[in-house]
């Protein structure tokens, strides 16, 4: 089945995209294009005969080409979400598995300690 795409090239932070053809097997057959999101505008170039080429034979197009040829596609940057500290804080003890006798032995000052034993 074919279907063109939108394939992203271009440095880290500072992408840009390849409209292609591509078959069976992800094999790239035709590059239609390109497009520049970072641009002010953004830039679009593509062979319009070669896409109506490609769908009279049956190819279909990806939802973000379809929106580009349309004029309503916008490129969103990604920006991570922070994730919550999930350390365990300081002066928290973790007492899964620990008796409540060597809690209360680590806690006791050393001098006291080494009277009682």
């Known amino acids: 089945m074919l279907s063109i795409k939108l394939i992203r090239t271009g440095k880290k ?3 840009s995209f390849r409209v292609v053809v ?3 097997g992800i094999k790239i057959i035709e590059t239609l294009g ?3 999101p970072h641009l002010n505008p953004p830039r679009l ?3 319009k005969d070669r896409i109506d080429y490609w769908r009279k034979s ?3 197009l990806s939802s973000a080409v379809d929106r580009l040829l349309k004029g309503k596609y916008e490129f969103r940057r990604y920006v991570p ?3 919550e500290s999930t350390s365990v804080t300081e002066g928290t003890a973790v007492t899964e598995g620990v008796s409540e006798q060597a809690i209360t032995q680590t806690q006791k000052p050393v ?3 080494k009277e009682n034993a």
């Open 34 to 36: 390109s497009y520049y």
């Open 13 to 15: 932070n500072y992408p």
């Open 58 to 60: 049956g190819a279909r």
């Open 81 to 83: 979400v922070s994730k």
């Open 111 to 113: 001098e006291e300690r």
């Open 45 to 47: 170039s593509i062979v």
């Open 22 to 24: 591509i078959g069976s």
